[in-house]
Structure formats: structure tokens, C-alpha cells
């Protein structure tokens, strides 16, 4: 999963291995650490909207009373239109490019039950 910022246009790479329910773990991952965005874009795939959906039917309010958690805003680019995400795509595009420029073969590590793909930069001067 990438996610990416367009204010910053920084990326924030979480390996996933299954839909719903890992999205929305790598997403309370990414909030934790980045903090919560206000608006969020993507593509309109099964597995976000029923993050979405499930994210909707939280009782905000009454987090909010506790908290200061806001409602995050999801917008869905429409089936027809899969170019509306082209300032994502191509964030996403130049970080799949690093890891073969720059790296040797990348491995796969388990750590605490999470998946995680590590590469080891080889700097060549």
C-alpha cells in the first residue's frame, strides 16, 4: 500500500497481504505515525470502500468527545476515470523504480507477526 501526500508529495510504503481488514490497520498504522489527513483520494477498489463504509458507520461524535479525532473524508475516483489519480500514480511510479536502481535483490523478514520487505542499498560510486 502506498500512500502518498499531495501537499508534500512524500510516499509511505505498508506491505499488505489481504484487503479490508489489513487496509485498515495499515491505515491506523499510517495515521499513528503521519498523523490524519483530513481528505482522503484513491482509486475505487473494493477494499477501500469497505473501509470507507466501516470508517462511516464509526460514531465520530462521541470519539470526538474524547479525542481529537476528526471525520476523515474519503473521495473515490470514478470507474470510467482511473486518470483522475495521476499526481498518486506517478509518486507511486518513481518509488517502484528506487528499489531496482539502487538495490541489490530485496528479502522478506517477519517481524512480530507483520511482513516486511527490506532492501539493502548498495551505493556504487
Known sequence: MYYTCAVFRAVHFELLWSLTKTF???????V???????????????NFIGASNYLKSVNWAEIAQFNSIRRIRWLFNPLTATWWGGFWERLVG??????EEFSEKPF?????GHRLMRYRVCYKL
Do not use: D, E, H, M
Not at 485498515?24 to 499510517?30: D, K, T, V
Open 32 to 46: 499513528a505515525r503521519r498523523g490524519r489527513p483530513s481528505i482522503v483520494y484513491c482509486v475505487n477498489g473494493s
Open 108 to 112: 522478506i523478514l517477519r517481524r512480530n
Open 24 to 30: 485498515l490497520q495499515s491505515f491506523c498504522r499510517f
Open 94 to 99: 518513481v518509488t517502484k523504480q528506487i528499489p
